[in-house]
C-alpha cells in the first residue's frame, strides 16, 4: 500500500500522481503457451512465454543497454522437468536520447525448452508453471511480475497444438539464426574490437545496414556503427565502452539487418560467438621490425624524406615563391635573411606539430587514420582548393590588396627583405600542400611514429618539418649559395605568373580528388564557387585600389570579402554535404583490394600485388602512371601470374587504414607483394617506382 | 604590421581546415553520452540544493565526494531506498566526512521531478543523509558525467580526481533480496582510497532506470 510520506510528493507531481504508485496495473500482459497439447517421457518440447505489451511501453533484451534490466524467469515445474535456457527473440533498438536501450515493443515471445523426465507418468495432466519479472518502462519505469501456467495432457507421442504452429512459426522466424553459411572473425583494435562477416557463397543479395547487439552489458558504446560492405565480406567496427577495462575475450551477440541473412525476407537475425583474435594495431609492422634501426634510425629517414619532399611537385609551387624572395634578399644583411629562414622553418613545424598532434590524438580515440588523413575530407579538398585558386588570381595580378597574398610567397623585392609573418605563413602553406606528396623514406619513417607513444611520433615528424626547411635555411644562411641564383629583374614577374599556371594546375587536379570524393555534382559546386570568388578577386583588384576614393574602397573590399569568403564557405559547406562517390576505377587487370580476397588468392596459389593509393596523392598517380601501367610490367604481372589489387584510400576505409597499420605503413603509397607462400612475409616496395624496379621485384618471385 | 595581419590569417585558414578535417571525423563516431574516464579530474559542478544552497564541486577539494543520481520513482532506486540501504551507505560514507550529493536530473514535467519543497519532505521522511540533494532539470550536468541510469554513482577524491563511477552494487535487479551479500562498490572505493590504495573496481556498468533528460 501506498505509505502517506510517498502519497504527499506524488500529489505534489500533479500530473505523475498515478505514476509513483505501487499498485499501479501492469502494462504487460504475460501468458504461457506451449507448443504441443500432448507431452510424452524424455521428449522435449517449447513453451513461449509470451508478453503483450500497452503501446509505447517495452521490456527489455538479456542485455538491456544503457538501462534497464532483463526479464527474468523462475520455473516452477513437475519433478524431474528441466528447463532450458531463454531464447531471446532479437531485440529493436530503442532510442531516447542520448540514451539507448535493447528490448521490446508490441510484444515479445520468449521461448524455453523444457525436457520431461524418462519415466513420466502417460495419460495425466501436469501443470507447467513460472513465476515471470520483468521491467517495465515508457518514460517512467516499473518492476512487473506475474505468475503464469498452462496445463498440459501427458502420453506415448508429442502432439503439438495446431492452433499455436502460426504463433510458434513467427516467434522463431524472430530467433536468430545459427550461422547459414556464414562466418564471423573478430579482431580487437584500438578502442574497438572489428567483427568481420563473411557470407556463404550461394548468397547474392546483398544484406542492408546490419547493426550488432553484444550480449554483454557495458562492453561497447552502444551507438551506432556502420556496416561496411567490402569486397568479399562486411566490416563492422565496435568502439569499446570506457567500462570495459579487461578485453573480453568473445564477441558474442546477434547481428540484425532489415534484409534477411538468407536471402530477401528471410530470417533478420544471425547469432554470432567468436573468439577475439589479438591486438591487431598493436602487432609491429614488418617494416617498423626490419628498420630495428629503431626511433633515431626513423628520425634518419624522416629528416632526409623532408629534404627530398622539397623537390615533389606539391611543394615546387609554393617554395619557387619563397626562393625568389630570397634573390631579391642577396643583398639584404644576413640578419634579416636569418630571422625569416627560421621564421619559415617555424612555421613548417608548427604546421607539421599540429597535424601531427591531431592525428595522434584521433588516433588515440580509436580512429583508423594515417597521414594525409585531412585530405580525405571533401570540404578540406574544397578548401584548399579555393585556398589556391585565389593565390593563383593573385599571382596573375588580378588583385592587389594592400596586404598583398603574393608576399606569402614572398615577391617583396626591393624592400630589403619581407617579414618574418609572411615566412611563417608560407612554412604553413609549404606543409599543407606538401601532404599529397609522398617523398621515398617518408613512409616507413611515418609508419613508424605511428606506431609509437606521442613524444616518439612528434620527434619523428619534427625531423620531417626540419628536414623539409632545410634546403632552405641553407640558401639564406650561405651568401655563395645565394650568389649562384640569377640576380633580381623583371624576370621574377614573369616567373610569378607562370608559377600562378601551377598553381591553376594544382586546382584542377584538387578538383579531381573532389570529383572522387562526392561525384560530379560536388566538382559543379565548386567551381561554382571558384566563378564567384574570382567575381570577388576582380571587384577587389578594380575598385579597392589606391586610385579610388575611400568609400568606393570600403564598399569594393566589403563587396569582395562577402563574395570571397561566402562562397569559399558554401564550397566546403557542400562538399561537406557530399554526393555519391565516383565509382571506383576498376579494370580488367586490378580489382578492389580486401584482405579476404588476399588470402583467397594466395590460397589458390596466385601471388598478389597491391597498390595502396589515393586520388589526393600525387606520388601515387605518377607512379601508377609511369611505372604500374607500362606496357612491360604489365606483362610481367601476367608472365608471373600476379594478382593486381588496388586498394583506394581516397575517403576513410578503416579496412585499408588497418591493413597499412599492418604492414606498418601510416600513409599512401604503399606498394606490397604477397608471395603465393602463405608463410612468407610480404614484400613492400619503394615510395617512388619506376618500371624496371618493379619488373626486378617480380622477377625474383 | 600587414605582415603580421596576412600570418594570422594563415594561421586561421590551417586551424579552419584542421577544425573541418577533425569535425567531419567527430561526425561519423557513433552518438552516444560521453563519460568522463575515471582517473581524470572530474568535471565542474554548480548546482543549487533543495534548500536553495549553491554547490560548487571546486568548494569540497581536499574532501571525498560521491555523487548519486536519483529518482525516487525508479524500481531500482527504490529497491535501495525502501531497504534503508541507499541511507545507511549515505551514512557510512557521511561519518568518515565523505560530502554526498544527491543529484536529480529529472527535466521539468519529467517523471521523477520533485519540487524543492516534495524534495525535503522525502529527504525527511524517507532519513536520507545526503549532505544535499541538488537539481539538475536542464540535464547539463548529468550529460557532462554520462550519468545514464539512476542510481548513478560517482566517487571524487580530495584531489578532485574521479576515481570510481558506475553502478552502486553487483546486483542489477529490482530484488531487494538481492541487498543482502551484494559488493557495495562505493563503499569499496571510499575503504581503499582512504587506505592509500588503488580503486580496485574503479569502472563498472551501472544499471537502472534511464535518466529522464529533457
Known sequence: ?701 | MKKAIIAAIILGVVVAIAAIASYRIRDTVPTSLKEPPVGSPAPALTLTDTKGKQHNLADYKGKYVVLEWVNLGCPFVKKHYESGNMQATQKKAVDKGVVWLSVNSSAKWKQGNLSPAAWNDEIAGRKMSSTAVLLDETGEVGKTYGAKTTPHMYVVNPDGVLIYKGAIDDQPTTNKDSIAGATNYVLAALDESMAGKPVSTASTQSYGCSVKYK
Request: glycine share 10%; net charge neutral; with cysteine.
Open chain 1, 1 to 701: 500500500m501506498l505509505r502517506p510520506r510517498l502519497f504527499l510528493s506524488a500529489i505534489a507531481l500533479v500530473c505523475l500522481s498515478a505514476t509513483l504508485t505501487a499498485d499501479e496495473p501492469s502494462h504487460v500482459k504475460v501468458s504461457l503457451m506451449p507448443e504441443v497439447r500432448t507431452i510424452a517421457p524424455g521428449a522435449p518440447f517449447s513453451v513461449a512465454v509470451w508478453l503483450k505489451m500497452d503501446p509505447r511501453w517495452h521490456t527489455y533484451w538479456i542485455n538491456p543497454g544503457d538501462s534497464g534490466a532483463p526479464t527474468e524467469i523462475k520455473w516452477n515445474l513437475p519433478p524431474g522437468f528441466e528447463a532450458g535456457p531463454i531464447q531471446w527473440p532479437h531485440p529493436e533498438r530503442i532510442e531516447v536520447p542520448p540514451l539507448v536501450s535493447f528490448g521490446y515493443e508490441g510484444e515479445a515471445a520468449l521461448l524455453v525448452r523444457i525436457t520431461p523426465p524418462r519415466d513420466l507418468k502417460t495419460g495425466e495432466r501436469v501443470t507447467l508453471a513460472a513465476h515471470v519479472s520483468w521491467l517495465e518502462c515508457e518514460e517512467l519505469c516499473l518492476p512487473g511480475e506475474a505468475t503464469v501456467s498452462a496445463v498440459v495432457q501427458t502420453g506415448p507421442n508429442v502432439e503439438n497444438d495446431p492452433t499455436r504452429a502460426k504463433f510458434f512459426s513467427e516467434a522463431r522466424a524472430r530467433l536468430p539464426l545459427d550461422s547459414a553459411g556464414w562466418s564471423f572473425a573478430a579482431g580487437s583494435g584500438r578502442g574497438f574490437v572489428r567483427l568481420t562477416a563473411t557470407p556463404p557463397v550461394w548468397l547474392k543479395e546483398p544484406v542492408a545496414e546490419a547493426e550488432f547487439f553484444s550480449e554483454m552489458n557495458g562492453q561497447f558504446s552502444n551507438g551506432r556503427s556502420s556496416w561496411d560492405r567490402g569486397d568479399g565480406a562486411y566490416v563492422i567496427d565496435l568502439p569499446l565502452s570506457d567500462v570495459s577495462t579487461a578485453p573480453a575475450r568473445r564477441l558474442t551477440g546477434v547481428l540484425v539487418s532489415k534484409s534477411g541473412w538468407r536471402g530477401p525476407g528471410s530470417e533478420r537475425a544471425i547469432r554470432v560467438d567468436v573468439e577475439i583474435a589479438g591486438n591487431t594495431s598493436s602487432l609491429p609492422g614488418p617494416s617498423a621490425s626490419a628498420s630495428a634501426s629503431g626511433l633515431l634510425g626513423a628520425i634518419g629517414l624522416a629528416f632526409i624524406g623532408g629534404l627530398i619532399l622539397n623537390l615533389m611537385p606539391c611543394v615546387f609551387p609554393v617554395l619557387s615563391l619563397k626562393v625568389l624572395s630570397l634573390v631579391g634578399q642577396a643583398d639584404a644583411p644576413m640578419r634579416a635573411r636569418m630571422r625569416n629562414a627560421g621564421a619559415y622553418s617555424f612555421g613548417v613545424l608548427v604546421a607539421y606539430w599540429a597535424l601531427a598532434g591531431l592525428l595522434i590524438a584521433l588516433r588515440a580515440g580509436g580512429e583508423q587514420l594515417g597521414w594525409g588523413f585531412q585530405l580525405q575530407s571533401p570540404p578540406v579538398i574544397a578548401g584548399l582548393a579555393s585556398l589556391f585558386f585565389l593565390l593563383a588570381l593573385n599571382l596573375f595580378g588580378v588583385f592587389e590588396v594592400g596586404m598583398s597574398l603574393t608576399r606569402l610567397g614572398g615577391k617583396n623585392a626591393g624592400k630589403g627583405g619581407e617579414g618574418a609573418g609572411a615566412s611563417f605563413s608560407s612554412g604553413l602553406l609549404a606543409t599543407i600542400v606538401a601532404t599529397p606528396c609522398t617523398a621515398p623514406f617518408m613512409g616507413s619513417a611515418l609508419g613508424f611514429a605511428l606506431t609509437q607513444p606521442a613524444p616518439a611520433a612528434l620527434a619523428i615528424f619534427t625531423s620531417l618539418g626540419a628536414g623539409m626547411a632545410a634546403p632552405f635555411v641553407a640558401l639564406a644562411a650561405s651568401p655563395r649559395l645565394l650568389r649562384i641564383l640569377p640576380r633580381p629583374g623583371a624576370w621574377m614577374e614573369t616567373m610569378k605568373q607562370a608559377l600562378g599556371f601551377l598553381l591553376a594546375a594544382t586546382v584542377v587536379w584538387l578538383a579531381w580528388v573532389l570529383g572522387q570524393q562526392t561525384g560530379s555534382d560536388g566538382i559543379a559546386m565548386l567551381l561554382a564557387a571558384l566563378v564567384v570568388q574570382a567575381v570577388g578577386a576582380w571587384v577587389l583588384g578594380k575598385w579597392a585600389v589606391m586610385t579610388r576614393s575611400t568609400p568606393v574602397r570600403t564598399a569594393a573590399g566589403i563587396v569582395a570579402a562577402v563574395l570571397i569568403v561566402g562562397s569559399a564557405a558554401a564550397a566546403v559547406k557542400l562538399a561537406g554535404a557530399g554526393g555519391s562517390p565516383a565509382q571506383a576505377v576498376t579494370t580488367e587487370t586490378w580489382e578492389p583490394y580486401s584482405e579476404a580476397r588476399v588470402n583467397e588468392l594466395r590460397a589458390a596459389g596466385r601471388p598478389v600485388f597491391v597498390d595502396f593509393g589515393a586520388a589526393w596523392c600525387l606520388t601515387c598517380q605518377v607512379n601508377e602512371r609511369v611505372a604500374l601501367s607500362a606496357a612491360p610490367v604489365l606483362a610481367k604481372f601476367r608472365e608471373k601470374n600476379v594478382a593486381t589489387l588496388k586498394a583506394d584510400w581516397t575517403s576513410r576505409d578503416p579496412a585499408v587504414t588497418q591493413a597499412l597499420t599492418k604492414l606498418g605503413r601510416g600513409g599512401v603509397p604503399t606498394y606490397v607483394l604477397y608471395s603465393k607462400d602463405a608463410s612468407a612475409p610480404p614484400r613492400l616496395l619503394p615510395e617512388v617506382l619506376t618500371p624496371t624496379l618493379v619488373i626486378d621485384v617480380l622477377d625474383k618471385l
